[in-house]
């Protein structure tokens, strides 16, 4: 019992210290372990198995809508980075550099790739020459390195795992379509796999990424009510593709540059998982990015015949296609219960001596902890039922939470009282000043998260300063 016990006290409650609960739930439900290298994580198997189900689900909607996998070095020459101004003075700060190979010093230092749109301007100022040549819808599955001060697992690490797409095309209109088709590619994946609600709409101006005309979120709300950033969809332009020399033969005969876009999602979607989804028990898995989707616990496991059908149930499950797995280790029942809590698998599924003789077993959910003895005839139906019920239980709570902590402010001092009452989204005019982003920055630590394309017209004016308001801005604190 004392180590049944201490595997669920391991876990600070998530109201006493959210940030505490967090690194507690990464470390015990092993996704992650720390690593020499300060800044870095090591992703455990269990960590990176989600990731590996996020990468097989979005691999294949990238692939319906027609793009292709490539991979690009993981140096860039610093001349090349230095092309794009607006880019390489954005991503400045962060950047690692490599001067030496061996004990001979570079000519030329070698950037640690930050993100690739310079290596793919290099690589598209080669393979285009006509209108033929586009569109050019290219992803790419690797890591990057940022020189981040302050790091958390998965949300914030030096290095982490993303996709990036980007892509060519010959006209503006079309290259703005895939900005937004990306977007809805992404809104559709938190919402209907991760069972994640999200705001979609645009950044401001000092908020876009370095380089873009335009930049697109997709903005996610935490348990404890902020905001975190959960993929980003960028209209670049032909800006990029002058700075690059990029150039192709038009319809019309005539030289013309292409029109370019960037999308990505990284890892900081499991850390979006964790923060949406966790209780004071552990993980709570969205089923269709759980490794395990459902575990087979036999009871009473030393009887006869126990062990043989618990795993003729898994087989089952299996042949069903569920991801289920079996636990025959001499562990207790209970120290099972809590270890697959912690690890957020969404069903467990019970079968001992006397389930057997009736013909039945028993589902267990992750969300709600409610038992159900289903037969075990169509049972394969009953799991797939419980993991439906789940996943929409999670969404429900996950958008009932974002919809209690999103409050409409008129004014400044509605906005300050909102602040100071609890974290959350906060819409409040905006008059498209800059200055009025950095002073609530200032005065009540919020920043710009988007503008809705949901939009609302709350007033005529800023909530800053007074003047006429230009949109509605979603404001919140965020990781």
């Not at 009282?417 to 959350?424: D, H, P, Q």
Request: with cysteine; net charge negative.
């Amino acid at each position: 019992m004392a180590q049944e016990k201490k595997a669920v006290e391991a876990i600070t409650p998530i109201n006493e210290d959210f940030a505490r609960w967090y690194t507690d739930i990464v470390t015990k439900a092993e996704l992650v372990d720390y690593s020499s290298v300060k800044g870095c994580v090591i992703l455990r198997p269990y960590g990176y198995a989600i990731w590996e189900n996020i990468q097989n689900i979005l691999d294949g909607m990238f692939k319906k809508l027609g793009h292709e996998n490539v991979y690009m070095p993981m140096f860039i020459p610093e001349s090349l980075l230095q092309k794009e101004k607006d880019h390489v003075e954005g991503f400045a700060p962060e950047v690692a550099w490599v001067t030496h190979g061996g004990e001979e010093e570079l000519a030329e230092r070698m950037c640690v790739r930050p993100t690739s749109e310079t290596l793919f301007c290099d690589h598209y100022a080669h393979i285009i020459q006509s209108y033929r040549d586009l569109p050019k819808l290219y992803n790419q599955w690797c890591s990057v390195v940022r020189w981040e001060k302050t790091t958390r697992p998965f949300l914030r690490t030096r290095e982490f795992l993303w996709q990036e797409g980007h892509t060519m095309h010959e006209t503006e209109e079309e290259a703005v379509h895939e900005t937004e088709q990306m977007l809805e590619c992404y809104r559709d994946f938190c919402e209907n796999y991760l069972m994640m609600p999200v705001i979609t709409g645009r950044k401001t101006e000092s908020e876009k990424f370095a380089g873009a005309v335009a930049t697109y979120t997709i903005e996610a709300m935490m348990h404890d009510g902020r905001a975190l950033q959960s993929g980003t969809s960028h209209f670049f332009g032909d800006g990029f593709a002058k700075a690059f020399d990029i150039t192709f033969t038009g319809r019309d005969n005539k030289l013309q540059h292409p029109f370019q876009t960037s999308w990505g999602v990284s890892t900081r979607l499991i850390g979006a998982i964790i923060m949406s989804h966790g209780d004071d028990n552990g993980l709570i898995l969205p089923p269709a990015v759980a490794p395990i989707q459902a575990i087979v616990v036999p009871i009473a496991q030393h009887k006869e015949g126990v062990i043989d059908a618990a795993q003729a149930l898994c087989d089952r499950l299996k042949a069903a296609g569920i991801r289920a797995n079996i636990d025959v280790t001499d562990n207790s029942p209970g120290w099972k219960f809590a270890q697959y809590e912690m690890k957020g698998v969404p069903v467990r599924v019970e079968i001992g001596p006397r389930d057997i003789e009736n013909n039945s077993c028993v589902l267990v959910r992750r969300d709600n902890g409610e038992k159900t003895a289903v037969s075990l005839d169509g049972v394969e139906d009953s799991v797939k039922d419980t993991l439906d019920a789940l996943a929409k239980n999670i969404y429900r709570l996950a958008k009932e939470n974002m919809q209690r902590r999103t409050v409409d402010c008129h004014t400044f001092d509605e906005l300050e009282e909102a602040v100071n009452n609890s974290l959350g989204f906060y819409n409040a005019m905006w008059c498209g000043d800059e200055a009025c982003e950095d002073e609530l920055k200032e005065k009540l630590g919020i920043g710009s998260r988007c503008m809705p394309f949901e939009q609302k017209h709350l007033s005529d004016t800023c909530v800053c300063c007074g003047k006429p308001a230009k949109a509605m801005v979603i404001w919140g604190k965020a990781y």
